[in-house]
């Protein structure tokens, strides 16, 4: 008898920063505009079938970085096709913050937040609900320890989960902890996640500060 099969729902959430640095960015600033409207209809779906979902958002949506120079801590990406890329961040470049700013995403999966307590309440292993919550925590900047913990349990718990692996790496990463993000970012990838663009930067940063 064959085992049953596993189907995991993640939705990213990027506006205007998925595309920033490259061309086709007006062909769906409607869709961006549009963005809230439909994240609310899909928890409203998911929560009347009881469908379990992860979300994944771009930290940049929460923060609102006009004024004054963006991420000054971190190096710059080398891309061979864009020149500036702290200049043409979506909040340096007089682009409507409609397009790229959106704390109020996080209102309507806040619930998701109580939601995953209470399943840890009930079974404190649920890997799934670890690494979720653990990344949501690593997103809004709370908890960090608590963010940290919970997505290393994960990893202990289904080790083979790529995902799981990234979203560990990510943390990692966010700290400047860059050996042991390397190591999670690859077994990521080799788990069948594409990391490679942070594999990329990571083995730079750590190439830079040798």
């Known amino acids: 008898m064959s085992e049953p099969g596993v189907f995991t729902l993640s939705l990213d959430v990027e506006l205007a920063w998925g595309m920033f640095d490259v061309d086709g960015l007006d062909r769906h600033t409607d869709s961006y505009r549009a963005t809230g409207d439909v994240v609310d209809r899909l928890c409203t779906l998911f929560d009347r079938y009881d469908v379990p979902a992860t979300w994944a958002l771009v930290a940049h949506l929460l923060r609102d970085c006009r004024g004054g120079p963006c991420c000054p801590d971190r190096p710059a990406p080398a891309y061979d096709w864009i020149n500036d890329w702290f200049g043409s961040l979506p909040c340096q470049t007089g682009l409507d913050p409609a397009l790229w700013y959106a704390p109020g995403l996080l209102d309507r999966l806040t619930d998701a937040v109580n939601a995953y307590k209470n399943v840890l309440k009930i079974n404190s292993e649920d890997a799934e609900v670890l690494s979720a919550l653990g990344f949501i925590y690593e ?64 083995t730079k940063y750590l190439q830079d500060d040798q």
């Open 139 to 202: 997103i809004q900047e709370q908890n960090a320890d608590i963010a940290l913990m919970f997505c290393q349990r994960a990893s202990q718990i289904d080790p083979d989960n790529g995902l799981f692996r990234h979203r560990l790496a990510r943390i990692y990463y966010n700290r400047r902890h860059l050996p042991e993000a390397l190591d999670e970012f690859q077994k990521a990838h080799d788990l069948g996640y594409d990391s490679s663009h942070y594999i990329q930067q990571t």
